[in-house]
């Protein structure tokens, strides 16, 4: 939401500098009018238009690993038992606070509307060459709002009103430049935040004057005299002054006059209007959203990491139902596993070797140092060694160790980010402590070094609240542990019987 709205700024901000630069000073009143009503639009739709779209595959799940790591991680079952931080929703404020200036705006319209009611009410109404006057005593400027114009009644009665002033403010009613006002201002409550719509409202107001300026110098057909009835106008104070009203004397004297006096280049106006939607076309492009595609990659095995120096086997406490669900995930097929135990509830003795986990065997492209029967340390990669002294690594015979080298930086888009927010599908921990889904609103994806994923099964604690566990690791954590950024040499046989405990809870209890 913070870079939707940082776009909406940008893009109204562009677009009115745009207006500024290039619009203003030419003779393009109508265009200039649809072009100012239509950045706060365009900027508010430009950003959520989707433009692009990326295609990105996330793994279809990641099991929480086995390693040493003075990170303390709060594990599925455990997870009950422990008090999770809860950190206040600033997004939730956030909100609130805007609802609540954006009423108070609303108020501050609806009253100056019921203001401008009670005003026209209190006044004589007459109509005139279809044109309704709203006559009052008290009123030294002419002005008008809606369908009615506004003036001084003894002027008026006298015969002392200006034919000029009375074609200006026709032309304001004729072309309902009302509308646009209250439109500028019902944006306004809702788009307080960006200061844009501020000097927007002055512009389109300023644009109105100059529309009734050329309406009322064509009908009147006298320019000189028309500029000096604004010169005149414009040296009186307006007592009276409804907020929404249009007044003949509203903006830059000076420049009315300009504008009034200069002749449209036809080539150069249809030049700016087109280079007009061409700035339109490039904030589209380059300010329309991104739709980040995550879908899940099946056809890869699943891969299962043992030595990832941030968890401890020891530090994780799982309840025995997980402990069998989680087993069944990581490692082997189930008939094996009941294999195994039928073993052991016959003969405690025959019992065969519990299977390692298929990950904790190195792979042919995995780097291993061992001690050979000279006594000499040796550092080789597996697949290049013998099959003798792989089958002695695997069997433990030789005084081997695994280089697992630093863990790469997982690349969570912003779209993945803004998946794990749902409560109904994730339950978040941070750095190992439960939290808040919404507690997510407050990091970015540049915050998180990598992530786990992995899906509740039957027997875990929290099974059918949400789909999956998800355990981010955020990047100031992540490089607090040195061997984090340099990898380590990891002992094989450590690795190995924790693998075995973590399979086996009957042996454990033995």
Known sequence: MIVYLLKFILCSAVLFTFYRAVLINERLFRFNRFFLISIMMLAAIIPAVTVKTKVIEVPAEQVVPLSHNPVAFESEAGAGTSRSFQIPDLDAIMFWVYLLVAAVFLARLCLNLWSLYRFKREGSIIRQDGLKLVLRS?????????????????????????????????AHIDQRHSYDIVFIEFLTCLCWFNP?????????????????????????????????????????????????????????????????AKTQ????????????????????????????????DKSAKPIITTAVPFLTMDEIILSADTLEVKAKKMIIRADTLRIRRSQVAQDQKKRPEPPMLISVIPRASSRVRYTNNQGERVTAIFGDLPDRIRKDFADLKLDGEVWMAPKPKADISQAMLDDFKDAAKYGVWIDGSKVENAVLNRYSPEDFHHFFKSKLGKGARHYGQYTYHLALVTQKTFEKVPTNMTGMWIKYSEQVARARKFLDPVEEKN
């Not at 003894?154 to 009375?166: F, T």
């Not at 700016?272 to 329309?288: D, F, N, P, R, Y």
């Open 196 to 260: 844009i719509v501020y000097l927007l409202k002055r512009a389109i107001q300023l644009n109105h004057e100059f529309l009734a300026d050329e309406a009322a110098v064509r009908e009147t057909g006298s320019l000189v005299q028309y500029q000096n009835i604004i010169i005149q106008c414009a040296s009186r104070q307006t007592t009276i002054s409804p907020a929404l009203a249009s007044h003949l004397t509203f903006g830059e004297t000076k420049k009315r006059i300009i504008i009034m």
């Open 138 to 170: 008290d009123i030294t400027q002419s002005f008008s709002f809606a369908t009615s114009m506004y003036t001084n009644k003894e002027q008026y009665e006298q015969g002392m009103l200006p034919r000029e002033v009375v074609a200006h403010e026709k």
């Open 265 to 296: 280049n036809k080539k150069m106006a249809i030049a700016k209007q087109t280079v007009a939607m061409a700035v339109i076309i490039m904030l589209l492009i380059s300010l329309g959203k991104t739709k980040v595609i995550a879908q899940e």
